[in-house]
Nanobody, 126 residues
Framework: QVQLVESGGDLVQSGRSLKLSCAAS????????VAWFRQAPGQEREAVAC????????FYGDSVKGRFTISRHNVKNEGYLYMTKLQLDDTALYYC???????????????????WGQGTQVTVSS
């Protein structure tokens, strides 16, 4: 059974850093690209970052470029999102997702991903 479980979400002050983790099971992570999405109340789910199967390429949403870093550890079957300089509008439920392909090129729509975790809440306070 394919599962993705996120962890690491927390309440943090603006300007601080936080690292999210995504533990994958039921499949071999290094066959797929992995991404992080987020969804704030009343807003659509948006792609934050994607990393290709071997980590050789990545994608970042415009709002997080230069602040967030996506990484992966294929031996551990885990993915990570390191977030720095957190801002109030980074507050959202963060999801880990398995991409339908090995790379991150192309669109980053919800339909481009086939398995999702339940999400981990990140709340940034002033």
């Amino acid at each position: 059974q394919v599962q993705l479980v996120e962890s690491g979400g927390d309440l943090v002050q603006s300007g601080r850093s936080l690292k999210l983790s995504c533990a994958a099971s039921g499949f071999t992570l290094d066959n797929y690209a992995v991404a992080w999405f987020r969804q704030a109340p009343g807003q659509e789910r948006e792609a934050v970052a994607c990393i290709s199967r071997l980590g050789e390429s990545s994608f970042y949403g415009d709002s997080v470029k230069g602040r967030f870093t996506i990484s992966r550890h294929n031996v551990k079957n885990e993915g990570y999102l390191y977030m720095t300089k957190l801002q109030l509008d980074d507050t959202a439920l963060y999801y880990c997702a398995r991409r339908r392909s090995a790379g991150c090129s192309g669109t980053h729509l919800v339909a481009d991903y086939d398995y999702w975790g339940q999400g981990t809440q990140v709340t940034v306070s002033s």
